[in-house]
């Protein structure tokens, strides 16, 4: 299972970046992908997840507004979008996935998701 994530670096507050996650490795469409992100100050906060079904995300509270989850099936990539950075987005971002449950329920929680990627740092100047 690998799941790699990528498209951060180094912006200024006010700009926009697009992160990737590629997975290989398990079949897609059976679980859910999610973001998450560890900051300078804190351990790890979720962001966002999408189901690989269906078109249904979850947004953490913090993450509702700039931030946008979609994915590309056929490439089996999940991005998210941020919009506005602002210097306290700056962080490691993390991917990671759930196994679907039934009728296709999806965990979004730090201690719920089965794989774990690798990060992609992000760094807002002001």
């Known amino acids: 299972v690998q799941l790699q994530a990528s498209g951060g670096g180094l912006v200024q507050a006010g700009g926009s970046l697009r992160l990737s996650c590629a997975a290989s490795g398990f079949t897609f469409e059976d679980y859910a992908i999610g973001w998450f992100r560890r900051g300078p100050d804190y351990e790890a906060e979720g962001v966002a997840c999408?189901?690989?079904?269906?078109?249904?995300?979850h947004y953490y509270r913090s993450a509702r507004g700039r931030f946008t989850i979609s994915r590309d099936s056929a490439d089996k990539k999940v991005y998210l979008r941020i919009d506005n950075l602002k210097p306290e987005d700056t962080a490691l971002y993390l991917c990671?996935?759930?196994?679907?449950?039934?009728?296709?329920?999806?965990?979004?929680?730090?201690?719920?998701?089965?794989?774990w990627g690798t990060g992609t740092q992000v760094t807002v100047s002001s």
């Open positions: 999408i189901s690989n079904q269906t078109d249904h995300t």
């Open positions: 990671a996935a759930s196994k679907l449950g039934r009728n296709g329920a999806f965990n979004c929680h730090i201690n719920g998701m089965d794989y």
